[in-house]
């Protein structure tokens, strides 16, 4: 089955529709403004959903506890989605199953859209030349084409656009970005990234036609894949850490365990290249969780661990060696010396004792990247997560798909600024 097909077999008229410069990879802003902002700003704040699905709903729970934000009508294909909405609302939201008949509404301040990936761009496109400001998830397009049309709309439209990086608004991530930029593990050079689940990815369909409508992350045709649902929140990451998207990408993916009909693999592994050949490392697995959702940041003087959760910073007690003057042996009249040298009084000598990063904003990244959307419609400033830090990770999940399918290294287009 073609994209083509798969959107007509969609379809219910929403599936059928064709399809400046931002902050870039610095350190992200302080957002924490916008948190004591929200009361005095709290008017009257109107969204409408594109895709209240288990994502968009949960979008629409942070949102509602912004002061002055209302659900004024959802969009979905999915007509039991609405009953679900009016239940989290408490009441009956307007709902459309064309979600360009929503954007004709006069009363949307905002959308918000959670839709399917490949879905993103076009909905993106269509609600930003509707004269509104979007907060779409990640990614941004599904194909190169997609992430520059995005680029292209925002800078001609004006409107602001934000993308659903929330790690970028967790505040343990913040002090632990800045601390990196700071030198606290000297120079960064690697990133190791994980995310394990035990979680097969498929979702009981109440009918076979709907498979492809439920079970979206299981084919080529509407899924990235691993690497596009979790590692773009890694590989946004890693952006952040190196100051730059990635240059290149290449990596292996298979079907290990759920041979259940699906085309895309229930695991990946994929290293993207950056500039002074500093690499990203990242892995994804469904049939273990040991290893959870965490990253490591290897510097030249130290390390540091962000999880969901937390971040613990590590730094080495002393140079580890690896010399001949400890363990000189001699081997066919050669003189060795590859034994490791662990320290006699140290277990671990190559990590010093682990050390929490106590961080000032603490709240649920999700709701502070909410809050911030609104603060900024509010107050027309750009987002932490505006359009060309969801280009970097989105062009590198675009081609990062391809490289994993065919096992070849694939260059990532860079970033293009389009003229307004």
Request: net charge neutral; charged share 20%; with cysteine.
């Amino acid at each position: 089955m073609n994209r083509r097909s798969l959107l007509q077999g969609l379809s219910l008229s929403v599936l059928s529709a064709t399809l400046g410069a931002g902050s870039g990879y610095g350190q992200a802003e302080e957002v924490q403004a916008a948190k004591e902002q929200s009361s005095s700003l709290a008017g009257r704040f109107r969204i409408g959903v594109i895709g209240p699905g288990s994502r968009g709903r949960e979008l629409i729970r942070q949102m509602l506890r912004v002061p002055g934000v209302e659900v004024a009508a959802v969009a979905d294909v999915y007509e039991p989605r609405f009953l679900q909405v009016n239940e989290l609302v408490g009441k009956t939201v307007p709902s459309y199953k064309d979600y360009r008949s929503m954007l004709e509404r006069r009363d949307i301040d905002a959308v918000v859209i959670a839709s399917p990936p490949f879905f993103h761009a076009r909905q993106v496109i269509d609600s930003l030349q509707s004269g509104r400001p979007v907060y779409g998830e990640k990614t941004m397009g599904f194909s190169a084409e997609d992430n520059y049309k995005v680029v292209e709309t925002v800078a001609k439209s004006g409107q602001i656009y934000q993308v659903g990086h929330q790690l970028r608004y967790a505040g343990w991530f913040q002090e632990s970005v800045r601390r990196i930029h700071e030198g606290e593990i000297g120079e960064p050079t690697h990133v190791f990234a994980y995310w394990f689940r035990r979680d097969n990815w498929r979702r009981s369909v109440p009918d076979p036609s709907l498979e492809h409508l439920m079970n979206w992350r299981l084919y080529r045709e509407s899924s990235g894949g691993l690497l596009e649902e979790l590692g773009s929140h890694q590989i946004d990451i890693a952006n952040w850490i190196f100051g730059e998207q990635p240059r290149t990408v290449v990596g292996a993916s298979s079907i290990v365990l759920y041979h259940d009909g699906r085309t895309v693999g229930d695991n990946v592994q994929a290293i993207l290249g950056y500039s002074k050949g500093r690499r990203l490392v990242f892995t994804s697995l469904t049939d273990n969780a040991f290893m959870g959702n965490q990253l490591w940041v290897y510097g030249t003087k130290g390390s540091m661990q962000l999880t969901v959760e937390d971040a613990t910073f590590y730094g080495p007690i002393h140079p580890t060696t690896t010399a001949a003057y400890h363990s000189d042996v001699v081997q066919r009249g050669l003189k060795t010396g590859a034994t490791y040298n662990y320290a006699a009084d140290d277990e671990m000598p190559y990590r010093g004792p682990g050390r929490r990063i106590d961080a000032r904003n603490q709240e649920d990244p999700t709701l502070t990247a909410c809050r911030s959307f609104v603060h900024c419609v509010r107050t027309h400033t750009q987002p932490v997560a505006d359009v060309r830090v969801g280009f970097g990770s989105a062009m590198a999940c675009t081609v990062g798909k391809e490289a994993v399918l065919q096992g070849e290294m694939k260059k990532v287009p860079e970033w293009r600024a389009f003229a307004v």
